[in-house]
């Protein structure tokens, strides 16, 4: 019994000390570890509650504040702010942390002391603003003598003079320029559906989203080449304002900057989904974005405005270049468009004359039919198909008004897939589609590899043919 109650007394010792090792050690050290971090913090807010924010840099005053999930520039001008470098530089200022404390209570706000840390004269003063009310302000002096570190004087209740590490300065230290937005579009790629260009010197364009596809509607109705179509989309986007030249420029700086709607190159990009061709490019600010392209200045940068903000601002000529696209560029190059396994049989022409007709059967193995059944090179014919996709229009034309030299009839399980027809015009080869307006000027090397006979493609007795899958 004694025994027992020995072991009963060592348990609840054993119980106790396990319960104090884990409330103090564990769950109070890291209770501990996290009040000293917070204790080491300049300013404890979270980055969401943040209403506004006010930078003095010695320049200029910069004011900021939130607006919805956005924030609004209020000063020095009105405009637009870009809100990730806004998130950013709140989040550098809610992780910034005192290194250690110099001048401790009201000594902090002495005239004579301040002036020793560079104080007096701060080089930068930030202020925030929270849902729950105004925060210290964090005046920034001289950087220390010894190491890399700025001296810091917060207001308020609690004065005191600490030192950070100087990057901490460095990150926080911004102008307008740095906090204001200059996205040249703000709408993303991925949600815009149509493009359309006006200009005085280039042909006016449309494009529009079709599925995952683009359709050029204007100067012609046809595919356009979503590589081109991306890419300018992408350096539209991926475009920043160099320089804002004039904040609210009259009638008269606008035609002297080259902006006025008869005079500059307009784009208006469309982010939403609209049945009436007509009204797509009409919208609000969320859904439609316009971009004004004027004249260069003196280094060859190009002025330029976006309607809905005020300033006039400068681009550089890359971007400018990259947006005179010509019709043939915007078009898509390749003119011939099937599935090539869905092509079951093929029937060629040769000047008018039947060349050879091929059947592929089930297991993908192309034989002929005429002009006599025979085997026939698999791999050949899939070639053929492949270079037919492959082919690249040099330039559009005109229809020639003169016989083919070459006709290909592509066939699958529902009927005719596409109809082909070559012909020669002063050396330059043209392809003709049954239901096209124009014509198709292509290499005429890539020809030499189209145009094939019924010994092209017949299997020799001695030979064994192999299925290609190029």
């Not at 396990?18 to 300049?42: D, W």
């Amino acid at each position: 019994m004694m025994k027992f109650k020995t072991n009963l007394v060592v348990g609840v010792v054993f119980a106790t000390l396990l319960a104090f090792v884990y409330l103090y050690e564990i769950k109070g050290g890291e209770e501990r570890r996290q009040a000293a971090e917070q204790s080491k913090k300049i300013l404890d807010f979270k980055v969401s509650e943040v209403t506004r924010l006010v930078v003095l840099n010695g320049q200029e005053r910069i004011e900021v504040g939130r607006e919805g999930n956005d924030w609004l520039m209020l000063s020095p001008v009105r405009d637009e702010a870009d809100s990730e470098a806004i998130d950013r530089y709140l989040r550098n200022l809610s992780e910034s942390e005192r290194e250690k404390t110099i001048v401790d209570s009201s000594d902090a706000l002495a005239s004579d002391v301040a002036d020793q840390y560079g104080l007096e004269i701060p080089r930068l003063s930030v202020f925030i603003e929270t849902k729950r009310g105004p925060l210290d302000t964090l005046l920034f002096g001289a950087d220390a003598p010894t190491d890399r570190f700025t001296y810091l004087k917060t207001t308020g209740v609690n004065p005191k003079i600490d030192v950070v590490r100087a990057w901490r300065y460095d990150n926080l230290e911004k102008a307008s320029f740095d906090l204001r937005n200059r996205k040249v579009s703000n709408l993303a790629q991925s949600d815009l559906t149509a493009i359309r260009r006006i200009s005085v010197d280039l042909p006016d364009i449309v494009v529009l989203k079709s599925g995952e596809s683009w359709q050029l509607k204007e100067p012609v109705v046809a595919r356009a080449d979503r590589d081109t179509v991306d890419a300018l989309i992408g350096n539209i986007q991926s475009s920043e304002i160099i320089e804002f030249v004039n904040e609210n420029p009259s009638n008269e700086d606008l035609e002297n900057y080259g902006l006025t709607v008869d005079q500059a190159i307009r784009w208006t990009l469309v982010a939403k989904d609209e049945d009436s061709e007509a009204g797509v490019f009409n919208g609000t600010v969320d859904e439609v974005d316009h971009l004004f392209i004027g004249r260069k200045d003196e280094d060859g940068r190009y002025f330029a405005l976006n309607p809905e903000r005020a300033p006039v601002f400068l681009i550089d000529s890359t971007l400018v270049r990259q947006l005179q696209l010509s019709t043939y560029d915007l078009r898509d190059k390749n003119p011939v468009r099937f599935v090539r396994d869905q092509i079951t049989s093929i029937h060629v022409k040769r000047n008018g004359n039947r060349g050879f007709e091929a059947l592929k059967d089930t297991a993908g193995v192309w034989s002929l039919k005429k002009p006599r059944q025979e085997p026939a090179k698999s791999w050949k014919i899939n070639t053929l198909l492949t270079d037919l996709l492959d082919l690249k229009t040099l330039s559009f034309e005109e229809v020639p008004q003169v016989e083919s030299i070459l006709a290909i009839d592509l066939n699958g399980e529902e009927g005719k897939v596409a109809e082909l027809n070559f012909s020669i015009v002063d050396g330059e080869i043209f392809l003709e589609l049954h239901d096209g307006a124009e014509a198709y000027r292509i290499d005429a090397d890539t020809f030499v590899d189209i145009d094939l006979d019924v010994d092209d493609v017949r299997q020799e007795a001695s030979s064994v043919d192999t299925v290609s899958t190029r």
